[in-house]
């Protein structure tokens, strides 16, 4: 996020303000009650219970490949780190961040990973803080930041204000350093990918798994949702920070091969150059907390959905819980040992955000379209949502096949299909518009084959499953300031407040 | 039953603060010139002190028994 702080400006806080608030207000007002009600204990289960198995395949496999790139991207992150801290080689690094995950996984559970988590949070907070502060009083306040990154933005060729602002820009690809405008961004990030992320977060199913009761389950998001609206005070900022100080003293940021600065080691060089011995010991924690907690999340998630979803439903069923549990075992060291190879790919990238959302713009964008027609359409069959997931992957990948980023050499970023038919102004505009094509192929792929195909599942199958089919829930009883209601509002208008103060 | 998560939030952090607070004390104050002159272990050390002293405080109020006829509180996290 930092790293992106520096490539894009402020703009990154989209992630947040127009991304993960407000899934993070429908996954509690509108999905938790299917998960609740449902107790799937994955994303895959509830694709099965709602479809049939193949659907829970499809989406258990692109899911698995998913977490593998994500952990794969956090070990990168850690082992540059390790590279910049302990003088170490890469190579060396990503070994010794995949042993630490490796331990770390096999020692704990699944409540030392909550309990882990909360420390995670406070560390993160306490840890980044003082450098922000730090920071700010350096460059001379907000204003003195806004006139560094002034020069940074005419250097690019933007108006002066393109990394502070954050719409005011979006009229136009060429006018902001995202090379986004507002309606690709609104939906492709807003839409398509924070809503299919967010709503499809291992995480998030696992809590309805936890919670008490369906206004607890549905209340945990919208608690979560909060924090995350002053993360990018703590995340984004430092790399504004450092793109700022870097262009007006320069040698902030080492510049990588491609003459271009590698925004990824943006926190790590605001970290040395600050902190103390002493304080920069806590802050090197806080940065290896985040990544771990990253890491590690990631590898459990891809254990039990592949143990679970795919071992034993497809592969072996019917063995012992022992069993089983060996297989977890080795799946965590496959999905460590795939994650060194996906890091290795992440060193391709100059911002492993941009990596971060290609990926899940090929598995959440089309995805949340499965979701959106599954829980709110009866109709949709269970051929309908597997073949609509299929389009929807397909079309992703002929998307990013025929387009490519402006800069980029045709391969791994993209126009690996020989023809480039569109060049986006950056790699995120190419991974939002990837997702929105995903998302809408597999819109209407789902919605076509569901009128030609005929309903495998009864009304009485469905219960819980279907908005229309689930009982509503009544919450009368309840004073109104503890309904999951007040406090959505309460953090829509928010976050449309901080878009307004840094339009 | 399960442990209150404001125990090791609150151990952590005032063992780290403690640690921050002395070794500002005793540091060198050249050190401090790339945090802009500011002895950021002092200072901050005692933030994290604070904040873990009060976590702590929370988690041995929870512990008192409570009045009967009241509802127990729900476990945190």
């Not at chain 1, 795919?310 to 297989?327: C, F, K, N, S």
């Amino acid at each position: 996020m930092a790293a992106s702080g520096a490539k894009y400006g402020i703009m990154t806080s989209h992630f947040y303000w127009v991304g993960a608030m407000p899934a993070m207000v429908f996954v509690g007002l509108f999905m938790m009650p299917f998960y609740y009600g449902s107790r799937a204990r994955s994303v895959p289960e509830y694709l099965k219970l709602r479809f049939d198995e193949k659907t829970r395949a499809l989406n258990a496999i692109t899911f698995a490949v998913m977490t593998i790139f994500s952990s794969g991207i956090s070990m990168y992150a850690l082992a540059k780190l390790f590279e910049l801290v302990l003088g170490w080689s890469f190579h060396g690094s990503i070994v010794l961040s995949a042993v630490i995950v490796l331990i770390y996984i096999f020692l704990g559970g699944l409540t030392s990973a909550i309990y882990n988590e909360v420390l995670q949070f406070f560390l993160i907070v306490l840890g980044f803080l003082p450098l922000v502060l730090l920071g700010l009083k350096d460059v001379g306040g907000w204003s003195g930041l806004t006139a560094k990154l002034a020069t940074v933005a005419t250097n690019a060729g933007f108006e002066p204000g393109a990394w502070t602002h954050s719409w005011k820009y979006m009229d136009s690809p060429s006018h902001n350093p995202m090379g986004m405008e507002w309606f690709g961004l609104v939906m492709g990030l807003g839409f398509a990918l924070s809503f299919g992320y967010w709503c499809t977060d291992f995480l998030v199913v696992q809590r309805a798994m936890a919670a008490g009761s369906m206004t607890a389950a549905r209340r945990t998001p919208l608690i979560a949702a909060v924090p995350k609206m002053l993360m990018p005070a703590l995340v984004i900022l430092p790399g504004m920070l450092a793109i700022g100080l870097h262009a007006a003293r320069g040698g902030f940021l080492p510049i990588g091969a491609d003459g271009e600065p590698n925004y990824n080691l943006a926190i790590p060089m605001m970290l040395g150059h600050y902190l103390p011995s002493g304080l920069l010991g806590l802050g090197l924690t806080a940065l290896m907390a985040s990544f771990m907690s990253g890491m590690a999340g990631n590898v459990t998630a891809f254990n039990s959905v592949w143990t679970y979803d795919i071992y034993q439903t497809h592969i072996r069923p019917g063995q012992t819980d022992a069993h089983y549990l060996r297989v977890g075992h080795a799946a965590t060291v496959f999905g460590i040992i795939a994650s060194v190879l996906a890091a290795y790919s992440a060193t391709r990238f100059n911002n492993i955000l941009d990596m971060l959302q290609l990926v899940f713009s090929f598995v959440n964008g089309p995805l949340f379209a499965t979701f959106l027609l599954g829980m709110f359409w009866r109709r949709t069959t269970s051929h309908g949502a597997f073949y609509g997931l299929l389009t929807g992957t397909i079309t992703a990948a002929l998307h990013y096949g025929l387009t490519i980023s402006r800069g980029a050499v045709p391969g791994i970023k993209g126009g690996f299909l020989g023809a480039v038919l569109h060049t986006y102004p950056s790699e995120m505009a190419l991974n939002f518009w990837t997702a929105l094509f995903a998302w809408t192929g597999c819109f209407v792929a789902t919605l076509l084959i569901s009128l030609f195909t005929t309903r495998t599942k009864t009304d009485e199958e469905l219960r819980g499953l279907v908005y229309s089919l689930t009982p509503r829930i009544q919450e009368g009883s309840m004073p109104w300031y503890k309904r999951p209601v007040t406090l959505a509002v309460g953090i829509l208008v928010v976050s449309t407040l901080l878009n307004v103060i840094f339009w | 039953m399960r442990l209150d998560v404001r125990w090791p939030i609150g151990g952590m952090f005032t063992i780290t603060g403690g640690l921050l607070v002395v070794y500002g004390l005793f540091s060198d104050r050249a050190m401090y010139e790339k945090s802009l002159g500011i002895n950021v272990n002092l200072w901050w050390g005692l933030v994290l002190l604070v904040f873990g002293l009060v976590m702590l405080a929370f988690a041995v109020r929870a512990m008192r028994p409570r009045p009967p006829g009241q509802d127990p509180r729900p476990p945190v996290v």
